[in-house]
């Protein structure tokens, strides 16, 4: 894994171990970003579910002004740590090490609003927490994020769900993998 362009382009991150993270491969995340580059400098981002952070810290390189990142594992929590400390980020990051959902319940509504959010659940929530992320989801767009905002929401290519508090206006598939780009209704 590695920041692919920007400040920090070419640094190498620490990866997860084992496999409940799936990092997304340099040619998704490079298309990804190719879509949203105008978006990115000067952003406010969650990195939901962030694993080692990939996502928050290439925003970051990419001149994004702050990201937070929302991560429990605490294997993969230490590593997004690092991640943060050898890219010198910590200053322009915020790590919540707790349960995203709960979290997210209990939050006030953010000031000011993000974004950009990268909402990536480990795949088997979307069969068995699929009521917990439309909650999430709801809670995102009514008070975290920007009118003009993104929910970049990544999932098993297999695998639906519908959030009425969004509209999707792009999708790509990879493999087994789809990115979804939602926005708030307009």
């Not at 069969?127 to 990544?154: I, M, Q, S, W, Y």
Request: charge should be positive.
């Amino acid at each position: 894994m590695r920041i692919i362009a920007g400040e920090h382009r070419g640094r190498q991150l620490l990866g997860p171990v084992g496999d409940l993270t799936r990092p997304i491969t340099d040619r998704a995340k490079q298309s990804l970003f190719d879509i949203l580059a105008p978006d990115t400098p000067g952003a406010r981002v969650y990195d939901c579910f962030a694993g080692t952070g990939s996502m928050g810290l290439e925003c970051l390189s990419r001149g994004a002004a702050h990201a937070s990142f929302f991560e429990a594992d605490r294997s993969a929590l230490a590593r997004l740590k690092r991640n943060i400390e050898a890219l010198g980020v910590a200053r322009r990051s915020h790590v919540v090490a707790q349960d995203l959902f709960r979290w997210f319940e209990a939050a006030p509504e953010a000031e000011p609003r993000v974004d950009l959010v990268f909402l990536d659940p480990p795949y088997r929530f979307l069969r068995e927490k699929p009521d917990a992320l439309l909650r999430l989801a709801e809670r995102l767009t009514a008070r975290h994020l920007a009118a003009a905002g993104t929910v970049v929401f990544r999932h098993d290519a297999g695998d639906r769900l519908e959030m009425p508090a969004l509209e999707r206006y792009d999708q790509r598939d990879y493999g087994g993998m789809t990115i979804e780009l939602l926005r708030p209704h307009r």
